[in-house]
């Protein structure tokens, strides 16, 4: 599946790629949302087979709730749960439950250990879609595109790298992230035998920061227990699944 090509680092390079003088002022604003430490936030991650194409030929949504060091994020089939202490992760197509120790944030992340490395990607994705990836001046041109229908939009043409373009689309009225329209440069096999230029989206559902979430979210009570000598047993719910206890790694 084209999908699969666009993980969730897609997502964090492409919300924001670069900063220009007359409408710094703008994202960081709409940005500020996600250096709070308690954030829910939804993202409609939309694939277009090509940049005119009006309907996307796949869809899937995004969802993360944070509060504090506790987190619970479903995507691509995919959810972790982190209570504070423990991170589980559940993948139902593979009938997989992984389970960890949460990293301490001044232990260095081991880089050749995949399941890490994926959990700092996933617990870092609010601080990420902030203004962490910014371009230079001389690999792009922007231009404001205006205001229509209480939106603000500005255009992005990179003189080169993975996107030609991108679009940002900004509420007038909150100043908050509304969508952001990415069109690659080189054509992909949009299906077989048929090349095209695809456009990716993400739509912002819900952006909700400073709120205290209820806990049961982030609670891994129904799917694991944790005995006091490291073992873990699945819940009842998820008996028939297979168990990765990395806890005592």
């Known amino acids: 599946m084209l999908k699969k090509l666009f993980f969730i680092l ?34 409609e991650h939309l694939f277009y087979p090509s940049a005119t194409a009006s309907a996307p030929t796949e869809r899937e949504t995004v969802w993360l709730c944070k509060m504090g060091d506790k987190y619970h994020i479903k995507q691509y089939g995919t959810e ?6 423990y ?10 439950v992984g389970i960890n120790k949460k990293e301490k944030k001044e232990t260095s992340i081991q880089k050749n250990e995949s399941f890490d490395i994926l959990l700092k990607s996933i617990a870092d994705l609010a601080k990420s879609m902030g203004l962490d990836t910014i371009k230079q001046k001389d690999e792009y041109n922007c231009t404001y595109l205006g205001e229509h229908s209480g939106t603000k939009s500005y255009l992005f043409n990179y003189f080169y ?4 373009q991108s679009t940002v689309y900004l509420s007038a009225k909150t100043g908050l992230l509304q969508r952001i329209s990415c069109q690659f440069r080189q054509p992909v096999e949009v299906e077989p035998g048929v090349l ?28 694991v227990a944790v005995n006091a000598d490291g073992t873990a047993t699945l819940k009842e719910k998820y008996s028939s699944y297979r168990l990765l206890n990395n806890i005592s790694k």
């Open 196 to 223: 095209s230029e695809p456009r990716i989206d993400f739509v912002y559902k819900k952006q909700i920061a400073g709120k205290d979430f209820d806990n049961s979210l982030f609670s891994i009570a129904g799917i």
């Open 10 to 43: 897609t997502i964090i390079f492409s919300l924001v790629s670069a900063v220009a003088q007359d409408w710094k002022a703008d994202i960081e604003k709409a940005c500020s949302v996600f250096s709070s430490p308690n954030l829910e936030v939804e993202v």
């Open 80 to 85: 972790f749960i982190c209570d504070g202490n």
């Open 161 to 164: 790298g993975e996107y030609k």
């Open 87 to 96: 991170v589980v992760l559940i993948k139902e197509s593979a009938g997989i």
